[in-house]
């Protein structure tokens, strides 16, 4: 009897483990496949929504950004209203479709490199599974920001051409690629990007270090898993004000390096186009130009993005789980 119970056992273990020993690497590929093509769709979809959310105070933020004029609040409202008048409602969105095709694979290829980077620095600080400590935390930020502004510069480029011309100028997002190439050369579409470079590794960092680090305080402190959606929109703004506060004299650098073809500027050097900057118009007055509109502007798209993020990924975890167990 006691022998025979045993051998069932045994029978049922073989019958039971031998299955699962076979499939159990391609399930673990298949999924690691999905988790890349959910932070994929879940980084695009946040960078999308937000870009497009925030489209013409951004519009507005880069032609202060570029011009030697004064801003101020009241400036900004006469702009946006003047351009309203004169070139229509949906004006006010010009350079959003070069946008778009920007800030969608560069938020895409952010969000699941960030994804990867914690996993990777997870792994080896010896955190795997758990939330990293602040300093990888940072790095994890920092890279995944860096190899996304590498791999879509060019787009960035041709944005910031198209929110400041008039439409007359550029027809479209082609038509930029094709005039600044033939009349000043292909190296143009990467005037700036040093400035981009460095501005985005404090922006990335220390805005995925925010969002993670209050996401963990909230956890500790409240004894929740996840927090609610406008809990999510409150750390994502808390992020996007440090993060843009902390790289903002250098997005004012590389706007005014990126649009010097079209502006009648010369800017050949980092350091001297913030002198001149300075020297015109002063430091606070000329780097500063405009933050208090990404001060409204910056946390309501980093809160719109990070919290689409989060729950696009947590709403497509739960249809492939309810597709597995309909399997």
Known sequence: MGNGVREGQVDFKRQDVEPVASTHLPSEGNQEKKKVLNSLMSGALAGAVAKTAVA?????????????????????YRLIYRTYLNEGFWSLWRGNSATMVRVIPYAAI??????????????????????????????????????????????????????????EMYSNIVHVFIRISREEGLKTLYRGFTPTILGVIPYAGLSFFTYETLKKLHADHSGKLQPSPPERLLFGACAGLIGQSASYPLDVVRRRMQTAGVMGHTYSSILLTMQEIIREE???????????????????????SFTTFDLTQILLRKLQHSTNVER
């Open 56 to 76: 013409p105070l951004d519009r507005t933020k880069i032609m202060f950004q570029v011009s030697s004029k004064r801003f101020s609040a009241k400036e900004a």
């Open 110 to 167: 952010q969000f699941c490199a960030h994804e990867e980077y914690k996993q990777l620095l997870g792994s080896y600080y010896g955190f795997q599974g758990k939330a990293l400590t602040p300093f990888p935390r940072f790095i994890a930020g920092s890279l995944a920001g860096t190899t996304a502004a590498m791999l879509t510069y060019p787009l960035d480029m041709v944005r910031a051409r198209m929110a400041v011309t008039p439409k």
């Open 282 to 304: 002063g430091l606070i007055r000329g780097l500063y130009k405009g933050l208090s509109m990404n001060w409204v502007k910056g946390p309501i798209a980093v809160g719109i």
